[in-house]
Every structure is written in C-alpha cells, then in structure tokens.
Nanobody
Framework: QVQLVESGGGLVQAGGSLRLSCAAS????????MGWFRQAPGKEREFVAA????????DYADFVKGRFTISRDNAKNTVYLQMNSLKPEDTAVYYC????????????????WGQGTQVTVSS
C-alpha cells in the first residue's frame, strides 16, 4: 500500500512554469512505476507522463512532449512533474498515481492515486 500527496499546483500565466511534487508514504516507493494524469472540467482523465521504478525510462502524452518532464527521487519517495511553457489548455486537476507494473500508461494500470492538485493557466 502507498499513499500519495500532490503539491505545487497554483495559478500561472501562459508561458510560465510550475513544478508539481508527489510525496509517497511507505518503504517500497522505488518498486512502483509512477505516473501523472490530469482531468479538466467536463473531460475524461487523461495520461500526462509516466516513469519506471528506476527512472530509467519515461513516457509522455504527445501534447506535453518537449514541455513537461517527469522525474523521481527514490531516496525522497517523491516524483516530480516539471511543467514549462504552460498553456491555458493545461488547466486541470493533476493527479499522481502508483502502479505495481514495471511501466504503465493507462489509468487502469494504476492502483494508487493522490487527491489531486489544481493547475490553472491564465491567458
């Protein structure tokens, strides 16, 4: 079992940056693949980025490639999402999630979820 707590959301102007953090409880954080998802009002939750347990491999949704970077620090039980060149369409609640699988890109592959953090990008 792992518990996840996101932080770092907020209001930012278009073109700005934010770094989201997700702190995990438990001593087995390094055994989980981690992911970030987002959900905008009236829309389905969608995949943003994922990282393997070791951090050796990452995957991104096409709409964030070149702008967002996922990373993790297993010593700190934390996964990050650096978001640059933010656009109004990035406005959403961002969730981090943990998977028992080596790699996971769909929400159905993730067993544990945080409560989410709001990101609002103004134009």
């Amino acid at each position: 079992q792992v518990q996840l707590v996101e932080s770092g959301g907020g209001l930012v102007q278009a073109g700005g940056s934010l770094r989201l953090s997700c702190a995990a409880s438990g001593r087995t954080f390094s055994s989980y693949a981690m992911g970030w998802f987002r959900q905008a009002p009236g829309k389905e939750r969608e995949f943003v980025a994922a990282i393997t347990w070791s951090g050796g491999s990452t995957d991104y949704a096409d709409f964030v490639k070149g702008r967002f970077t996922i990373s993790r620090d297993n010593a700190k039980n934390t996964v990050y999402l650096q978001m640059n060149s933010l656009k109004p369409e990035d406005t959403a609640v961002y969730y981090c999630a943990a998977s028992n699988l080596p790699v996971a890109v769909t929400q159905y592959e993730y067993a544990y979820w945080g409560q989410g953090t709001q990101v609002t990008v103004s134009s």
